[in-house]
């Protein structure tokens, strides 16, 4: 990874210094979710350069998809209850996916000049979806592997698969990877996963009359 590079024209370079300056103030008590953020914003760029993704939207996802990870949990439910937001179960037991959903909710007002590929991507870097955009899949991959995670062993294989698994591929690693993690610590596993995880198991098979 890491052999192409970017130059970005003005506009673009000072916009991604703006959003990079805005979330250190929106994250300044959280220092490590701002370190975070910063190594998946440079690991998604890597990742579009690699797979013919656009790097820009990349990086400026990666910068901005954990932007509410500031918000009281509880704080954070009742917003995405004003909001509307409907999973299907009591928001309370799916806290940890919500804050990219707000997110994709509250930031385009605020950065208007992005666009809505970028929202998109940061609502379902939580709950992945069976339609995934190429840059839903960056900023996913992104999101499980950027260098400052503690490496577990499907870490590190996810890691050594980049640019070697078509982007399909290296998703579906880290989609499941996530699922198993889920699992292996007896927590909660929001049921449109489980959803998620079938309709994409069925395209694998190569079915081609699943619903969705
Ligand atoms: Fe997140
Ligand atoms: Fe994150």
Partial sequence: MGERTVTYGPAEAALIERLEA????????????????????????????????DPFLARAAGVLHD???????????????????????????????LHGIVAARVLPGRYPELPAAVWRAIEVHTT???????????LFVADGIEPLRPATPGIERTRSLVGKLPLDELFWESFVGGIVYVLEGSRYLYPGTIEVYNALALRRAGHTNETR
């Avoid at 103030?25 to 370190?35: G, I, N, S, V």
């Avoid at 069976?130 to 840059?135: H, R």
């Fill in 128 to 138: 992945a979806a069976a339609d995934m955009t190429p840059l839903d899949e960056v």
């Fill in 22 to 53: 805005d979330l250190s103030l929106q994250l300044a008590a959280k220092p490590k979710r701002l370190a975070h953020s910063l190594s998946v914003a440079r690991t998604a760029e890597r990742l579009a350069l690699a797979y013919d993704v």
């Fill in 67 to 97: 932007w509410e990870k500031a918000t009281p949990a509880r704080e954070l439910v009742a917003h995405a209850r004003a909001l509307g937001v409907d999973l299907g179960v009591d928001l309370d037991l799916v806290r940890p996916l």
